[in-house]
């Protein structure tokens, strides 16, 4: 069991077969300990890569404990990207709703103006 699944205060095999966002879907954290050649670690780094690319945040914590091997911290360095990656997309959907927001209130006031002096 190399990546551990923290939730309801139980532990529970991360499995690269099934589907992702359910699996850590309310996840108080996930635990990776990384083990050379392991499916569960490269099934989950891919996971974690495909919900950056597709804009998905699963909004977990993440722990990895890798024993000072050189792969391990590659394995950790990728994860933690496509943490911050996730969040650098939460970000930039946060300002472009906001920016929509602004421009349908600007429309709303142009047509208001355009009213008012149709009126005059």
Do not use: H
Request: aromatic residues 4%; glycine residues 4%.
């Amino acid at each position: 069991m190399c990546v551990k699944i923290l939730k309801n205060n139980t532990e529970v095999s991360f499995d690269p077969e099934k589907e992702f966002m359910p699996q850590v879907n309310g996840a108080e954290k996930v635990v990776v300990n990384y083990q050379p050649k392991d499916k569960e670690v490269m099934g989950f780094i891919k996971c974690m890569e495909q919900c950056v690319k597709l804009g998905v945040n699963p909004n977990i914590k993440l722990q990895v404990n890798y024993d000072n091997q050189i792969e391990g911290a590659r394995a950790k360095r990728k994860l933690k990207k496509a943490l911050n990656d996730i969040n650098l997309n939460e970000i930039v959907k946060l300002m472009v709703f906001a920016q929509n927001s602004v421009d349908k209130k600007l429309e709303e006031i142009s047509s208001l103006c355009l009213k008012e002096n149709d009126v005059k």
